[in-house]
């Protein structure tokens, strides 16, 4: 009888049981039960693909409502991030593209611009609800504290490419309109609009856009 | 002169470097500079009065649009919570009285129902989206998990009374409404109304009410 | 040949590797070897009931040497608390009903009177070892804070009624009286003798007991 | 005007914000207000008598009631200690001298008998209370679990000496004898006659010791 | 009399006590004595270039006899990134230049090769000091967990350029060179000659360089 | 079919989720996995003597080219430190026997001196590489914060002997030495020659020493 499994304990601060813990994606094929995170690979059958990935420089197909196109590198793309609490992601803009809001639960994002002009932004908590948003040009660097909503904006007429790096290995994306809008199923139409103080049927219109 | 401070530490987790570390709210009123936290009173000045509060039986007023009324115990009520990773919170809600979608960016919260009846769900991050819901009773608990965003509605004709544990000294709320249609300065309406797929008119209209 | 486990990593802190890993109780009915913590339940599986739970309405049963009572919901009433961080738990006191001396290893509890009046306290750590105590009543707050002895007593001739919240999902109960002197086997008379200073067959009288 | 301070975060895990945090007790003469933990001392004036302590081979004088004499090497010895969670004690038993029940809120002890011969032990928590001790010789090594109640028994009638290593700057101890019947003010006659299920003169008894 | 401080906490894990906590740089010009971190700047005064660095895609200059050149991002180029855990940095490598052996005490480097081809690599810890090495091409990402000792070199006849993500606000960098022998004052030629099993001579000439 | 595993997940922090969770050896035998850490042995089937070592009185044997000898004492040694975060070690030294430069990723060490005279250092990060020493006596403690490289010496005619606590199960040693000189493969002979500002054929000759 084949049975194994994919067990892992997680590392949020850097002081694992060994020098590294890389996912063994074999393990997890066979797997009957979902564990926290990755069984460990076997020290001695790691190998140097095991902490890579290539293809980064690749520009992701931003023609998509929103005009943008995300490229993670998770420790579902490296399995040696297990344990490592790091992530990097590379997003392209279409003119004028954007991430729409989000927020990573588990993660802040340092993100920088490799190539053009976006406007970037992030809310704070109740009660301020203040934005703190700036334009970016090539070379600039901000900042997302973690659990913030955040968004993104090409404000160029050309293509824009920027690399961020999160602090997890699985960060983790609730995209605002998804979870609100496009929630499988619906939240009650009542609540929404209680939320939102709109109409029922603009509720309802927003949810079928979803 | 006068001079004094506000410093401090956390603990996320249980091992501070003493019994406790109680806010010391008087060197706040003469700070200079924020901190991370509170400095801690002088333990021999410590009393019994640090570590409690009154009136948590006394219902909040739900006279406003949501029909709801949140009371908060966090270190801003009890000092001594400083450090020590946990708050409670007393909800009052009026009949379909609503606690629209939000989420707490640093606290799991659970929550059991005092009187009433209640609607309560939260959402899953990408790509599911999915809502897991479930009308509670009284004496009934339920979990959501920190990050994600959740609501809560009385589904019955009385008033409903919750009680929540959050494992933070400051939880922290992000109402998505606020966040999102309501902040200060707005966010672009043009990067809303791809967000939620609508026309940026419904989109000023929402934001109008906030 | 059935095999399978019951594995989990825990969080202290609120930032794990998914949104949930609900405890897979069917998985550890088949476990060999015990591990720390639950197995996650497949999240496809996952549903409302594992993250709720019903009858914390309902009075314990005080008709006990201590007229007290606890019901806790922890992780060992819902599954989805696993790596979540916190618990409930309510307490019954028959008139004069005594929770005795005792501690959380693992977690900082904070309580609300719901019905009746209290008086609690705390013992601060060696050299002070100073009572921190209070009388309280309906809708007072006080915080026991993490690894202090503690204790409650009802205070008044009717029943009175607790919930506390504590940011663990296994805060753990050490009872002094049970630790001391209830030991299987039991401390060495002399040991207990000498720690408090009475003679070994006082020791023996109270071990009897226990 | 003079005014200073003594401010300072903790590091539970070593993932500290610089290499080290020497604590600046000059600060601490002068501070107002207490802190959690001691300010960085200026790396520049840093020597390495901050990384230092004498004496840890000479013994302590064990001609008290119990035995037994602690020599401990916390950060309250050695300011370099402050952020790097970890310490050492030294402890000396005359014949037959007891480290009565006790526990450390803030760390595990490792603990190695350089001379003689020691019965340990350490009492497990509710439900089992299960003693686990054992004879140790010297050379022998024993671990007590973070928060487990334990003690250390002179089992020879020549003088014994052991040395613990405890993962914390500052572990804390609660001695049970103390915190229970020597607290300052008294707990109740009337719950401690409950806890240990005694009469009352008995505690009173006890308690006029403390 | 002019006092002010500087005093901060930082949050390894995304659970800080705040939305975020930036770094006050004017609090620490007037301070007197040396923090863990740095105090927060008020709220209220924060703005949007406290999140922001700028300069990002300027080559550094690599004129020197390694061949490289760092450009980090941490709190001390955006001080809000204090308690958030994480940073970039950029390096330049003129053709066959090197990074050489050093480690991060308190940060895992994930590495992305913007331009060139770069040989890299790290060894495991004792007793194995296994070499894990990978030839990277443009768009190649690599992993160096925290602590371990790891390295760079231009493969190539052109400039390259990586950018890397690193987990903490502060990782710190220890060249093995510069500690071993370039430390101030030298450690005893003696304990390096037995180090690495050469005559003292060849240590010295060593040191000489350094 | 036998299949079995071995499974854990760490504590760094002393908040585990049980008392303890000691690891399973036999378990481990028969894992087909490897995973971070150990699974934990029944409570029911454990022993004082899985928490117990013998021999810690027993001197190493430093007949080797650097004079010293190291016994541990981590969960390899004792498997209830399994999730408890501490660990001690022994260490021998023989007139003049050293232990030559190395560091801890993950530990912090307090070292105490049984016997003898002992030269101790550590090397502070970049960019001070400021060497901090001190010539130890019998009685003497001094701690190597985390992470940080450093070195022991006896400067005595005599041996000497060491006892140190670690703050982790299981700390890792990185001897600078093996690391850089003595990987599998060896690092590329330019990459060393650089790193030392020497020639070549001097990092071969030391290469082949190790």
């Not at 203040?130 to 504290?145: A, C, M, N």
């Amino acid at each position: 009888m084949a049975l194994t499994f994919c067990c892992l304990t997680f590392a949020v601060d850097p002081a694992s049981l060994q020098d590294f813990c890389v996912a063994d994606k074999f393990a997890c094929l066979l797997i009957a039960v979902k564990l926290n995170g990755f069984a460990c690979k076997n020290p001695a059958w790691v190998q140097a693909n095991d902490f890579s990935f290539s293809g980064l420089h690749n520009p992701g197909n931003t023609g998509n409502p929103f005009g943008s196109a995300i490229t993670p590198v998770t420790v579902a793309q490296i399995p040696a991030l297990n344990t490592l609490g790091i992530s990097l992601v590379r997003i392209d803009y279409a003119p004028w593209g954007v991430v729409v809001p989000h927020y990573h639960p588990r993660a802040t994002e340092i993100i920088t611009v490799i190539e053009g002009s976006l406007e970037v932004g992030f809310v704070t908590s109740n009660p301020d609800n203040r934005l703190i948003s700036k334009t970016l040009q090539k070379g600039d660097v901000f900042v997302f504290p973690v659990g913030l909503v955040h968004f993104q904006r090409n404000v160029g007429h050309m293509n824009a490419v920027t690399i961020s790096g999160l602090n997890s290995q699985n960060p983790g994306v609730i995209t605002i309109g998804n979870a609100v809008f496009g929630s499988k199923p619906d939240i009650s139409t009542d609540i929404l609009a209680k939320a939102f103080q709109v109409d029922k049927n603009i509720v309802q219109q927003i949810q079928g856009k979803f």
